[in-house]
């Protein structure tokens, strides 16, 4: 029994009991809505569970299994959809938020023809601090009109003026790599690649290097990864425990290098001189701006996909985090070197009036549409593009040449068959500056190389839609609001659709694909790449110089090289090429 030495004090208690009451209550409230707001997605989009999926845990979903580190993801999403995937979809749920994977083409048509489903997923509002509503995010009319003033500025007939730069940035990198390279006196035989590379496989190893075959062990690396991810830590750098090969100092002064690096900093400069007429010279500058520039973009890509897995900071609390932070810091970066090259150009136009008005690059085309158009691009409209087109335009272009240059280095009769093919058209001891634009087009067979790497590495290992009304495929529900991931990676790597998909076999491409959405590196639809044409001759022009006076082997293995799935799909260990010239 309680008492107290007068009614004041017996108010003062039922206060504090009373407050102390209300205080529960407000938590009460606060975790019933917490938990309604993770449940109820289950709920809403309870018809999905009809579609096969691997099995999933209340609230958290299948974050585990996602949330695993880099190169394991990507195995793991194969094995999954070549498990599930007959019927076409696949269901999974990120945290409390329903996905879709379409596995097979006729499904990846469903959702990718028309202008139905063009709205973005709901991970890309990790990328809008870094590009803003550039055409990459943007959906409705902004994005119809932003897609028609652009068109433009990749039209054929402009393209064809951008190959004199270039075969002026191919011959920069061709440059860069004698500087490294062994001489012609040392250069090996194309039988004697054929050995080095035989020699350097390892025999335990996983020949295609994609396929689990101890789903067990598997899955007690995906639940430390996922574990990690709860308490934080970045799915970026949880690296697998498997040996990675080193190099000593006698082998990188030996004609060893990480062709990766250089090639980000050649297309910076290619990207930067033809769609912003803005000469930066990263490449043979790497210090600076530039080159804080080319490192903030391999953070920021990390971070974002750090981001993108943690649906809970879909919010701002995120910059609360120490993630967040580190972020921002690299944005800072990022957006000070485009707003000094938006600067810069539109200084150089008011000088040269006359310049500005035959807008001959993408970032004069802007400033134009600017001017005489102000209410459909303002300041803020001009950083949004350039931020997503400098990204664009460099980061995914790098990425697939050092695919390309790691698939021709691990398969040395391949590489002689593409320098067979320059050497026929171009001759020995042509630069390629001396070459136009029609003899680079008929370069099929170095096409068809591009065409396989974007099929075994694309550049963008998968991106999302979502769906903006209900959709029945072969008898399954997705309901409207969803997300589906369409991912190129795992289209790309099935059995059902590829005839040996994990082997590099350019001839392939010598035909029509099997079915018109079956490649797609791209995207395809009406939100296709606007750059793709851009892009596909700029890597051509740059393998070309390359073969004309190189050969080399990659120094990874399979079962190394592990591509990390981020923004974009990187090597984490960097694309270790032993080079020769080919002459003096």
Same mark, same amino acid.
């Given at each position: @029994?309680?008492?107290?030495?007068?009614?004041?004090?017996?108010?003062?208690?039922?206060?504090?009991?009373?407050?102390?009451?209300?205080?529960?209550?407000?938590?009460?409230?606060?975790?019933?809505? !917490?938990?309604?707001?993770?449940?109820?997605?289950?709920?809403?989009?309870?018809?999905?569970?009809?579609?096969?999926?691997?099995?999933?845990?209340?609230?958290?979903?299948?974050?585990?299994?996602?949330?695993?580190?880099?190169?394991?993801?990507?195995?793991?999403?194969?094995?999954? @959809?070549?498990?599930?995937?007959?019927?076409?979809?696949?269901?999974?749920?990120?945290?409390?938020?329903?996905?879709?994977?379409?596995?097979?083409?006729?499904?990846?048509?469903?959702?990718?023809?028309?202008?139905?489903?063009?709205?973005?997923?709901?991970?890309?509002?990790?990328?809008?601090?870094?590009?803003?509503?550039? !055409?990459?995010?943007?959906?409705?009319?902004?994005?119809?009109?932003?897609?028609?003033?652009?068109?433009?500025?990749?039209?054929?007939?402009?393209?064809?003026?951008?190959?004199?730069?270039?075969?002026?940035?191919?011959?920069?990198?061709?440059?860069?790599?004698?500087?490294?390279? $062994?001489?012609?006196?040392?250069?090996?035989?194309?039988?004697?690649?054929?050995?080095?590379?035989?020699?350097?496989?390892?025999?335990?190893?996983? *020949?295609?290097?994609?396929?689990?075959?101890?789903?067990?062990?598997?899955?007690?690396?995906?639940?430390?990864?996922?574990?990690?991810?709860?308490?934080?830590?970045?799915?970026?750098?949880?690296?697998?425990?498997?040996?990675?090969?080193?190099?000593?100092?006698?082998?990188?002064?030996?004609?060893?290098?990480?062709?990766?690096?250089?090639?980000?900093?050649?297309?910076?400069?290619?990207? @930067?001189?033809?769609?912003?007429?803005?000469?930066?010279?990263?490449?043979?500058?790497?210090?600076?701006?530039?080159?804080?520039?080319?490192?903030?973009?391999?953070?920021?890509?990390? /971070?974002?996909?750090?981001?993108?897995?943690? *649906?809970?900071?879909?919010?701002?609390?995120?910059?609360?985090?120490?993630?967040?932070?580190?972020?921002?810091?690299?944005?800072?970066?990022?957006?000070?070197?485009?707003?000094?090259?938006?600067?810069?150009?539109?200084?150089? !136009?008011?000088?040269?009036?006359?310049?500005?008005?035959?807008?001959?690059?993408?970032?004069?085309?802007?400033?134009?549409?600017?001017?005489?158009?102000?209410?459909?691009? @303002?300041?803020?409209?001009?950083?949004?593009?350039?931020?997503?087109?400098?990204?664009?335009?460099?980061?995914?272009?790098?990425?697939?040449?050092?695919?390309?240059?790691?698939?021709?280095?691990?398969? *040395?009769?391949?590489?002689?068959?593409?320098?067979?093919?320059?050497?026929?058209?171009?001759?020995?001891?042509?630069?390629?500056?001396?070459?136009?634009?029609? /003899?680079?087009?008929?370069?099929?067979?170095?096409?068809?190389?591009?065409?396989?790497?974007?099929?075994?590495?694309?550049?963008?290992?998968?991106?999302?839609?979502?769906?903006?009304?209900?959709?029945?495929?072969?008898?399954?529900?997705?309901?409207?609001?969803?997300?589906?991931?369409?991912?190129?990676?795992?289209?790309?790597?099935?059995?059902?659709?590829?005839?040996?998909?994990?082997?590099?076999?350019?001839?392939?491409?010598?035909?029509?694909?099997?079915?018109?959405?079956?490649?797609?590196?791209?995207?395809?639809?009406?939100?296709?790449?606007?750059?793709?044409?851009?892009?596909?001759?700029?890597?051509?022009?740059?393998?070309?110089?390359?073969?004309?006076?190189?050969?080399?082997?990659?120094?990874?293995?399979?079962?190394?090289?592990?591509?990390?799935?981020?923004?974009? $799909?990187?090597?984490?260990?960097?694309?270790?090429?032993?080079?020769?010239?080919?002459?003096?």
């Amino acid at each position: @029994c309680v008492t107290y030495e007068s009614d004041e004090d017996m108010i003062q208690a039922l206060n504090f009991l009373a407050e102390m009451l209300d205080g529960q209550a407000y938590f009460v409230l606060a975790a019933a809505a !917490l938990l309604l707001f993770l449940l109820y997605p289950r709920f809403k989009y309870s018809a999905i569970d009809g579609i096969p999926g691997p099995p999933s845990l209340p609230i958290v979903g299948n974050i585990f299994n996602m949330g695993t580190a880099g190169y394991d993801s990507l195995k793991l999403t194969i094995a999954y @959809c070549s498990r599930l995937g007959n019927a076409g979809l696949v269901r999974a749920w990120l945290g409390p938020l329903p996905m879709i994977f379409p596995t097979r083409p006729e499904a990846v048509k469903e959702f990718l023809r028309g202008s139905k489903h063009s709205v973005k997923g709901a991970n890309y509002y990790c990328l809008k601090p870094w590009l803003g509503e550039g !055409l990459l995010i943007s959906s409705g009319e902004k994005w119809k009109t932003r897609r028609r003033q652009l068109t433009h500025a990749f039209h054929f007939q402009l393209l064809k003026t951008f190959v004199p730069i270039f075969t002026k940035h191919a011959n920069a990198l061709s440059n860069y790599w004698a500087q490294l390279a $062994l001489p012609a006196s040392q250069c090996p035989s194309d039988e004697d690649m054929v050995k080095m590379i035989a020699e350097s496989r390892h025999p335990e190893g996983d *020949p295609t290097g994609f396929i689990l075959n101890d789903d067990d062990l598997h899955m007690i690396k995906i639940w430390k990864s996922g574990i990690s991810k709860l308490l934080g830590m970045s799915a970026s750098h949880l690296a697998d425990n498997r040996s990675k090969r080193t190099f000593s100092s006698d082998e990188k002064a030996n004609g060893c290098f990480d062709a990766f690096p250089v090639i980000k900093r050649a297309t910076l400069d290619t990207i @930067c001189d033809t769609a912003m007429a803005t000469h930066v010279n990263a490449l043979n500058d790497w210090t600076g701006l530039q080159n804080s520039y080319v490192n903030a973009v391999n953070e920021a890509n990390a /971070q974002a996909w750090d981001w993108m897995l943690r *649906p809970w900071l879909w919010n701002r609390t995120f910059k609360l985090t120490r993630l967040g932070k580190d972020f921002e810091a690299n944005l800072n970066i990022l957006h000070e070197f485009t707003r000094r090259v938006i600067r810069e150009r539109k200084e150089a !136009l008011c000088k040269n009036p006359k310049e500005s008005h035959e807008a001959k690059c993408f970032l004069d085309m802007l400033i134009r549409i600017q001017m005489e158009q102000p209410e459909t691009m @303002c300041d803020q409209d001009l950083a949004d593009e350039v931020d997503t087109f400098m990204f664009e335009g460099h980061d995914t272009t790098a990425v697939n040449l050092s695919w390309v240059i790691y698939l021709l280095g691990r398969n *040395p009769s391949v590489q002689a068959k593409a320098r067979a093919e320059v050497m026929q058209l171009f001759g020995d001891g042509v630069s390629v500056d001396k070459v136009n634009h029609d /003899q680079f087009d008929k370069l099929e067979y170095v096409t068809c190389v591009i065409k396989e790497s974007l099929r075994l590495f694309p550049s963008v290992p998968w991106f999302s839609r979502v769906t903006t009304e209900d959709v029945h495929f072969d008898g399954m529900f997705v309901p409207k609001g969803v997300d589906v991931t369409i991912a190129p990676w795992v289209l790309h790597r099935l059995n059902e659709i590829w005839k040996d998909p994990h082997d590099f076999k350019p001839e392939r491409h010598m035909q029509r694909p099997p079915h018109p959405f079956a490649l797609i590196p791209f995207s395809a639809g009406p939100r296709n790449c606007i750059g793709q044409n851009f892009a596909m001759t700029e890597e051509r022009v740059m393998i070309a110089a390359l073969l004309q006076r190189f050969k080399w082997i990659s120094l990874h293995d399979e079962d190394e090289v592990e591509p990390v799935p981020q923004v974009i $799909l990187r090597p984490s260990n960097g694309i270790w090429c032993k080079v020769w010239k080919i002459s003096s």
